[in-house]
T-cell receptor
Framework: GEDVEQSLFLSVREGDSSVINCTYTDSSSTYLYWYKQEPGAGLQLLTYIFSNMDMKQDQRLTVLLNKKDKHLSLRIADTQTGDSAIYFCAERNDYKLSFGAGTTVTVRA | EPEVTQTPSHQVTQMGQEVILRCVPISNHLYFYWYRQILGQKVEFLVSFYNNEISEKSEIFDDQFSVERPDGSNFTLKIRSTKLEDSAMYFC??????????????FGEGSRLTVL
């Protein structure tokens, strides 16, 4: 079955790094994703990682995947106020995605 | 850049009324989805649609729900007799499986449904 778990809240100081963690259950997931949701807006794909990769870096974003532990993390370097949002981890099962509950990231000055 | 569009952005309805939420997926996409997000909760899968039929649906998607692709561009979600607990943000999404290899879903901005 599919069950994606995330911590619900993260508060970080502007300029510091944010790390958002996620665990998933379906070992057959081929892709894992991070989506961002700003207030009142839809879900925007931030980045993804293929299941045979350990790490993916994309500018300020670093995704780490520990397939053995089914653990996924998103690190945002030099966190800015515009990074304040809800971040959703998602795993792909067949042609649909299963989402976690989302981590609300609050960036404080 | 192509995007998924949804209408209305917000709809208020009385309990028991029928509601139709509309979506225009990205034009060359093949899979279409509805998700919903009750305030403060997880984004939940409702249904996927491919080749003019439902390919998968969740337990939430009971007989009160239906989907349709009435023409080549629109994809609709109908709730026949709304209940208070149907109040949520409904997201439409589309994807192109296989060719992009990454399989990500492209989401619309959502339709907020408030049932009174």
């Amino acid at each position: 079955g599919e069950d994606v778990e995330q911590s619900l809240f993260l508060s970080v100081r502007e300029g510091d790094s944010s790390v958002i963690n996620c665990t998933y259950t379906d070992s057959s997931s081929t892709y894992l994703y991070w989506y961002k949701q700003e207030p009142g807006a839809g879900l925007q794909l931030l980045t993804y990682i293929f299941s045979n990769m350990d790490m993916k870096q994309d500018q300020r974003l670093t995704v780490l995947l520990n397939k053995k532990d089914k653990h996924l993390s998103l690190r945002i370097a030099d966190t800015q106020t515009g990074d304040s949002a809800i971040y959703f981890c998602a795993e792909r099962n067949d042609y649909k995605l299963s989402f976690g509950a989302g981590t609300t990231v609050t960036v404080r000055a | 850049e192509p995007e998924v569009t949804q209408t209305p952005s917000h709809q208020v309805t009385q309990m028991g009324q029928e509601v139709i939420l509309r979506c225009v997926p990205i034009s060359n996409h093949l899979y279409f989805y509805w998700y919903r997000q009750i305030l403060g909760q997880k984004v939940e899968f409702l249904v996927s649609f491919y080749n003019n039929e439902i390919s998968e649906k969740s337990e939430i998607f009971d007989d009160q729900f239906s989907v349709e692709r009435p023409d080549g561009s629109n994809f609709t979600l109908k709730i026949r007799s709304t209940k208070l607990e149907d109040s949520a943000m409904y997201f439409c999404a589309s994807s192109v499986p296989g060719q992009t290899r990454t399989g990500e879903l492209f989401f619309g901005e959502g339709s907020r449904l408030t049932v009174l």
